[in-house]
């Protein structure tokens, strides 16, 4: 049986510390689950830095970050032929560049924080609405959420931006740094504010534009990068926090649209004491266990979810054998994790026991460049 997944990240020679990068856009990556191995990584179609992506089932469209030729960034959407294996940029908005924004950023190449003043900004994430034809995005150094709408063959007709004012007490929260969008089940729209520790949430109307329905301000100096759940996790919320590297849990209320605290715990192991930001988050299908990773310790956090998903257990703490792991995916049927470690240019494939959520290294030395998402995509790609 195959798996698929795709790979998406940065194309330019700056993400490999000047030597040449061979990614060229958006890749497959197949696996055979019954050798346990990533049979082969094809292009699936070409892009400029890619960075993040997520995509619609019901018409085979992507909607990626972008940017172009290395003078300006936006969002696109393609158009994915699962038969070819081939997709096809059909929209593109390139961002207003007169606001580029600057923010700290940490190399893991020289391990040192350095300003980052850009030549122009592209959003960060990207979220797909097919059902009311929007796309949502989050701009982290320009500080603003970005909404689109969409006619029905998936062209660019509107647009709104909202900046978002605000700091937190570490560094590296100097501005709000809006860092994540995407709709919550019931259509609202959820925002993680990294620079100043907070969660959005907002009514969508017809046109794309918002109107905020709550704030939720987490404890100082966690800086929310990321969100997970799903049906089987009873309105709880687990949320990734890139400053303070931990793995919170929330409870949201769709009655009212507001979040209030449960609790929230380590993704780092006790008495380290190097750098780590966490990165990525994602939960089981089942909803019993929670996955987040760590760059700096370079590891990858097991949860396993208790109390009817109201808690949290760490059960294990496993090294990526790389550098820098920023994102990664289940399987279709959960039995494996691929995980990307960007800095060191490769993927690893872990083997899940869906049991009792453990995992263990299948397969190692999958060369990648610069990979910063992973998304399992099986049905998706499935002609």
Request: charged share 25%.
């Amino acid at each position: 049986m195959e798996d698929k997944f795709l790979l998406g990240g940065y194309t330019a020679d700056s993400y490999t510390e000047g030597k040449h990068n061979n990614s060229e856009g958006i890749y497959t990556a197949t696996l055979n689950t019954d050798t346990g191995k990533i049979t082969s990584i094809d292009l699936l179609a070409k892009a400029e830095n890619p960075a993040f992506f997520n995509f619609s089932l019901k018409d085979h469209k992507l909607a990626l970050v972008m940017t172009k030729d290395d003078k300006t960034g936006g969002v696109g959407i393609m158009d994915i032929d699962p038969r070819a294996g081939k997709g096809k940029l059909i929209a593109e908005d390139m961002l207003d560049q007169s606001v580029k924004g600057s923010y700290e950023a940490y190399n893991y190449f020289d391990q040192l924080y350095y300003w980052n003043d850009l030549k122009y900004t592209v959003p960060s994430y990207v979220y797909l609405d097919d059902k009311r034809k929007m796309v949502f995005a989050a701009n982290y150094n320009t500080n603003a959420i970005l909404t689109w709408k969409l006619d029905d063959n998936y062209q660019f007709v509107d647009s709104h931006r909202y900046p978002i004012a605000g700091r937190g007490p570490k560094a590296v929260q100097d501005a709000a740094h809006i860092h994540y969008t995407r709709l919550l089940p019931d259509g609202r729209l959820i925002v993680c504010s990294l620079g100043h520790d907070r969660l959005l949430v907002y009514d969508v109307n017809d046109d794309a534009s918002l109107k905020k329905v709550y704030e939720y301000e987490t404890e100082p100096g966690f800086g929310p990068r990321q969100l997970a759940f799903n049906k089987n996790t009873n309105n709880y919320i687990y949320v990734l926090n890139e400053v303070g590297s931990r793995t919170a849990v929330v409870h949201y209320d769709p009655a009212t649209g507001h979040i209030d605290r449960i609790a929230s715990y380590s993704n780092i192991p006790e008495g380290y004491a190097g750098h780590n930001q966490s990165a990525g988050i994602r939960v089981s299908s089942d909803g019993k266990f929670v996955y987040s990773s760590n760059r700096g310790h370079d590891s990858l956090a097991v949860y396993k979810v208790i109390d009817n998903g109201k808690h949290l257990e760490k059960i294990q703490t496993i090294k990526t054998g790389g550098v820098s792991p920023r994102d990664f995916d289940l399987s279709k049927n959960g039995d494996y994790l691929l995980c990307a470690n960007q800095m060191s240019h490769s993927l690893v494939l872990f083997k899940r026991d869906t049991e009792n959520g453990y995992l263990t290294v299948a397969q190692t030395g999958i060369k990648h460049d610069a990979c910063v998402r992973v998304l399992e995509a099986t049905d998706f790609l499935a002609s």
